[in-house]
């Protein structure tokens, strides 16, 4: 082959080369890198806070009212029965107040919610329970606002305990282990007094909850009720 040939095949191939090396650089890219202004897969989570709800539980209903000496109640007395969806807006706030605090305590010291009450409270939530459960197991399954004032105030020692009998959402078996605990706000001093209360869940599957005449006396004309259920 001729000098003057060899030396044509070799621009030749030069230029193919540079020409081929050019085109590379100058395409768009098939694998881009991701945009600095996209949103981070490894980003904090948004799922709902561990914090146990807020929300006042209103929906338990008072689905009847007896004596445990078995008299008959007169009607003006039944009259004075209230409903959960009869506390006025402060009640309901209050008891609103009252419910984060237990769940702000709970959550902060990761303690089981029995212990946010004072040790005499909590020992008679114990003395209520059966061998079996302890009081660290209780969870709080329903809180609200529940205006006692005017059947403590219309409430007759001869009556005997009065044993109110509640429907909840939440499904109880009979058996189910409950410990209802009220909370009475005096609205003065911001201070609430706690009571371990008895209850039984009956075969329709109603909370069964026991008031003393001791319970009534310590209800005010302008007290704030309101009740938590344990199990």
């Known amino acids: 082959m001729s000098k003057k040939l060899i030396s044509l095949v070799l621009a030749l191939v030069l230029v193919l ?17 991701p945009s600095t202004s996209s949103p981070s897969t490894s980003s904090p989570s948004t799922s709902p806070s561990t914090n146990p709800s807020a929300t006042l539980m209103t929906n338990g209903t008072i689905v009847g009212v007896l004596s445990s000496l078995g008299v ?17 807006e402060e009640e309901v706030a209050a008891a609103q107040e009252i419910l984060e605090a237990v769940n702000a305590f709970v959550v902060a010291n990761g303690l089981p919610v029995v212990e946010y009450f ?23 399954r329903e809180f609200f606002a529940l205006p006692l004032n005017a059947m403590a105030a219309a409430y007759d020692p001869a009556y005997g305990d009065i044993i109110v009998q509640m429907e909840f959402p939440v499904d109880f078996e009979e058996g189910d282990v409950v410990v209802p605990v009220l909370g009475i706000l005096d609205p003065a001093t911001d ?29 005010a004309a302008d007290s704030i009720t309101m009740l938590a259920i344990l199990a």
């Open 191 to 219: 201070v609430v007094t706690w009571i371990a209360l008895d209850a039984v869940v009956n075969a329709d599957g109603f909370v069964e909850i026991t008031f003393t005449e001791d319970v009534f006396a310590q209800i």
């Open 118 to 140: 004072g040790m005499d409270v909590q020992t008679a939530i114990t003395e209520k329970l059966p061998l079996n459960v302890a009081a660290d197991d209780l969870v709080l």
């Open 17 to 33: 080369t540079v020409g081929s090396a050019f085109a590379v650089e100058s395409s768009p890219s098939t694998n881009p890198s």
């Open 72 to 88: 008959e109640l007169p009607a003006d007395f039944l009259a004075t029965v209230p409903q959960p969806a009869d506390a006025t």
